[in-house]
């Protein structure tokens, strides 16, 4: 009976371990390009509560504001919740 041929079975575990650790390299390198360039943070006044906070924004591949990632004036620091005013361009 012939086996079937494919690069899979030929290597064994050392292939099956270079190609997660490759895809664990893959996901760290795009996480990293994620945080340093597609965010920003501002310290700007909040038309919402109308106080001075520091705000960080996720930024689209066109360079505006899509999301807020987190502001100080919330106590949640992984939701924010606010209206996110601070959003639009007039502000």
Do not use: N
Not at 12 to 40: C, E, H, N, S
Not at 42 to 59: D, H, M, N, Y
């Amino acid at each position: 009976m012939a086996a079937i041929p494919s690069f899979f079975y030929e290597g064994g575990l050392p292939t099956w371990l270079m190609m997660a650790a490759a895809l664990a390299a893959w996901v760290v390198i795009l996480w990293a390009i994620t945080r340093l360039f597609l965010r920003t943070s501002e310290r700007l006044q909040c038309p919402v509560k109308g106080r001075e906070a520091t705000v960080v924004f996720v930024r689209a591949p066109d360079g505006s504001k899509d999301d807020v990632v987190s502001c100080s004036l919330l106590e949640e620091s992984g939701s924010a919740t606010c209206e996110k005013e601070c959003l639009h361009p007039a502000h």
